[in-house]
């Protein structure tokens, strides 16, 4: 079978599954999730022999240390698997909630009823972790899901499959409610993002070139998320303890992360009194760091350049500027942020109501670090990505995004006049 | 200047003009519009007169009466958009506002503020009226807008584009927050659809085959709209009154409209008792009536082919079947059905759970007319279309639909720990 068969076939399976699946019980959908949690911890061996295999071909095909780390099945992973699978069948069931039933002039009484979007596609790289989160939230949801993980992931992913779907099978529902792609040809990516009949979005999970890649060539819509160029401005009113508190934190908790602060806005008025202390906290934990002029002149460190103030930089480094004011902080941040999350440091409340209302990005913060931008600590209990796109979902997506609202009405022999 | 540079001095002109929206305050936006409203009742003549001209050019182009019709401005239709724009200033103002805010346990709180999408692009055919309809959804709800009417209205639509853009002006806000594109050079629209750095959504309004070219090309998302194949099925458990009314006001009501009804589907065991009066009414009606095997063995009609359950008439033709039960009805539907309206009639609470549950369309309905899905009807005190897509907006898209929700989280210098 050529690949474009194989995948209209994934897909018209999908398609199939995914009727069922938006009317299954909610006891029905979270059984599955826990068996599916019980099937790993019965064949975590399975899991890791399969995965012994990739790694080895990993290691042959020279993947680095980093990559290796990712691709591993360990126990850890594995009862972290487990873990995330019961707590996704804890949660609500975001389905068939019904929301601003309303009764009309006309008589009728209109309201909105929460309803899966489908048949979603997930398309990551190496983590064959992901094949389980990307399955449970969509299972969670009504959704059927089409995973198409790494080649380098091939034979975990496949054993990871394997446990789902008896899964299923056992909880009462199609096998072909999460299926894993299971050619290693790369038009399989270009069939999957290019069948509006079968998927009904795209979320790609992976490095920016994948991202871009899948976008360009989607003819479905995609739940995606770009760059993280997150901002932390020091406001002239910003109590000093928090302002170094946060814009420490937001740095340093984590470096890799879309959600951690590149670049520092701080007031000039501000800058000689906080600054230096920050500067000694960031140096001690060996982030380097490069300012404009004014920082400069404050702090001796590398002079900052126009690319600094629009690079993602995922790492222990940190560009710094002082603005005039919470006018030109916003500025700056139309110009070179991403979209994702910025923060602004302030006890005025005039200043952060404008910080809200004119910062266009997916998060905005006051007295806050940025990295709570999380699907988890938004209380959202799940995330299957961030979307800096303002259509759809925007910010940390959860159980929620992979959902559509349909209109009901109720009547009683209305018909309109 | 080429198209390609006109179309990206316009796009960047809106970028800029989107930002100054964002924040404009509701008093300004409302000012807006009713000065609006006041200068197309005093330029009516003005109007009317480059109105005339396009009239004069279109039968010169042999536009036919009813296109002609679409085409004319006057009193009425400019009374018509007048109001409509006093009423648009009357509804709450969809910006700013903010739900969900909720506390979390590492002592943020976050919810959701209610933000402008940006840009919108709105594509449209014959109707002048839409300039205006457009400008004023997209100015309360805080977005640019960049419109592209037909070239058969291009003088009518420069004279609206005047009255708008003098009453911007004079409300403080920049002219360019509404531009009519007016090149009537088709690679106009090409280029409008692929401008993601400058639009953020484009709205086609017109005929099927204008949406599907416009889906096909677009780099933006589209909030878009194609068939309304709706459904009324009467099921064993209707009361025969109000499947009578229904079932006659759905298709009777208006007949060029995507939500009345094209086919109708009947339990088998109350055919017979409510097929012959309902006949009764349509043939008075002049409802030329096509159906299956099972309806022609109780009423004489012509028989319904295969063609005829997928189609759109938007004329007074309908298609009736017999089927088993709720089942069968919604299998049908989910065969045939575009995804636009459905409605069930009985009296069976189960029954009508099931049918709200199972039928994927933006609205399902029990017991009253399909004719009610509308935005003015549902309550939304305006509609910018009908979307029969799951993603961002379903069913009649009003003010909430142009608009996004991003992340809002307040804190007291509070960091991850």
Redesign the interface.
């Known amino acids: 079978m050529d690949v474009k068969a194989y995948m209209q076939k994934l897909g018209q399976q999908a398609r199939e599954a995914s009727?069922q699946l938006?009317?299954a019980t909610t006891r029905q959908k979270n059984t599955a999730l826990l068996n599916i949690a019980t099937a790993l911890e019965e064949q975590a061996e399975t899991l890791k022999t399969e995965n012994a295999k990739d790694l080895e071909q990993g290691k042959a095909n020279g993947l680095d240390a980093a990559m290796l780390d990712r691709l591993a099945l360990t126990d850890k992973v594995i009862n972290g698997m487990a873990t995330g699978l019961r707590q996704i069948a804890a949660l609500n069931d975001p389905i068939?909630e019904i929301s601003d039933m309303?009764y009309?002039p006309?008589g009728?009484q209109?309201g909105k009823?929460r309803?899966p979007?489908?048949v979603v596609g997930i398309i990551y790289e190496s983590r064959p972790n992901v094949t389980i989160d990307a399955a449970a939230l969509c299972l969670k949801s009504g959704n059927a899901a089409l995973l198409r993980g790494g080649s380098e992931a091939a034979y975990s992913n496949r054993a990871l499959a394997k446990c789902i779907q008896s899964a299923l099978h056992e909880s009462g529902l199609l096998p072909t409610a999460v299926q894993v792609v299971e050619t290693t040809d790369r038009a399989a990516v270009g069939e999957m993002i290019a069948m509006p009949e079968y998927v009904?979005?795209i979320i790609p999970r992976g490095g920016k070139g994948l991202i871009e890649r899948i976008s360009e060539g989607a003819k479905v819509?995609v739940i995606k998320h770009l760059d993280g160029i997150c901002h932390v401005y020091i406001d002239d009113d910003a109590?000093a303890?928090?302002?170094t508190?946060?814009a420490?934190?937001?740095k340093t908790?984590r470096y890799g992360v879309c959600n951690a602060m590149e670049t520092l806005l701080i007031a000039d008025s501000r800058a000689a009194e906080i600054l230096p202390g920050l500067v000694e906290l960031y140096e001690e934990k060996g982030v380097e760091l490069r300012g404009c002029e004014q920082t400069r002149a404050i702090c001796d460190m590398k002079a900052a350049t126009e690319e600094d103030w629009a690079t993602e930089y995922l790492a222990p480094i940190l560009s710094i500027k002082v603005v005039d004011d919470v006018d030109e902080a916003i500025d700056h941040i139309?110009q070179y942020s991403s979209g994702h999350t910025e923060?602004i440091?302030t006890e005025n409340l005039t200043t952060s109501r404008q910080f809200?209302?004119?910062v266009?990005?997916?998060?905005?913060?006051?007295?806050?670090?940025t990295?709570?931008?999380d699907g988890f600590?938004?209380?959202l209990g799940a995330e299957i990505g961030i979307s800096t796109d303002?259509?759809?979902a925007?910010?940390?997506v959860g159980l929620e995004g992979l959902t559509?609202?349909?209109?009901?009405?109720?009547?009683?022999?209305?018909?309109?006049e």
């Open positions: 009727r938006m009317v068939g309303n009309l006309s009728i209109v009823m309803v979007l489908g009904d979005v819509p109590d303890d928090k302002a508190r946060v420490f934190n937001a908790h139309t923060s440091i809200l209302a004119r266009d990005s997916s998060s905005v913060m006051v007295n806050a670090s990295r709570f931008a600590e938004y209380g303002k259509f759809h925007r910010g940390p559509s609202q349909k209109y009901i009405v109720l009547g009683d022999g209305t018909i309109r």
